[in-house]
């Protein structure tokens, strides 16, 4: 029994994985927050684009994550990362608690059912929700700082049509669905690290 309790700490490794791949997301998220100074209705589809981009390194993590608590250090990573990059407290919740229950789904699978993978990387990517809460909540300090910072007011009109009270939860509904597709594509490019951790 004692192995066991041992066997499930984290160790060093495991939050050098931690950190390795929360950067890589971190790195996709920005590089598709670039694209969203094109036009505002590319900020809305980063809940298609970050988990299809991001596909592939989260099935790999998920091949490594098979302690409980990865999946959920990494939710407060980027939480942390989302506030220092100016994104402020407001999506902290929802990161937070998307990773914790994403972390709870793959450990009722005991990190080996794909099944339970693909509904946890679902959950997991509602967190890119968060980036949409300070459009919403504030959106009236929102737009003016939009102005403020050189921004059209016909990019702020068609960014506040697309995010929105209104749109926000077909936003997270799209969030599930592209992480869970997200996770098939990526389950494919990865197989055989599948394979290695035994994920079926």
Not at 84 to 107: E, W
Request: aromatic fraction near 12%.
């Amino acid at each position: 029994m004692s192995e066991e309790k041992s066997s499930n700490k984290l160790k060093a490794k495991d939050f050098i994985t931690i950190g390795i791949f929360t950067a890589i997301i971190f790195v996709i998220e920005f590089a598709c927050g670039m694209l969203g100074y094109i036009h505002p209705f590319i900020v809305a589809s980063y809940v298609v684009m970050v988990p299809i981009v991001g596909a592939i390194p989260m099935m790999l993590f998920y091949t490594k994550a098979q302690k409980f608590g990865m999946i959920t250090i990494m939710s407060v990573l980027i939480a942390i990362i989302m506030f220092v990059a100016g994104m402020g407290f407001l999506g902290a919740p929802l990161i937070i608690g998307a990773g914790v229950v994403a972390d709870l789904i793959a450990k009722s699978g005991k990190y080996k059912s794909f099944k339970k993978t693909m509904l946890s990387n679902g959950v997991f990517n509602l967190w890119i929700c968060a980036n949409y809460f300070p459009v919403i909540v504030t959106a009236d300090s929102y737009r003016q700082d939009l102005i403020d910072g050189g921004y059209s007011a016909e990019y702020c009109n068609n960014l506040f049509l697309a995010i929105n009270y209104k749109t926000i939860g077909v936003l997270l509904i799209l969030c599930f669905v592209f992480g869970c597709i997200g996770a098939l594509i990526g389950k494919a490019v990865v197989k055989k690290h599948f394979e290695k951790a035994g994920i079926v």
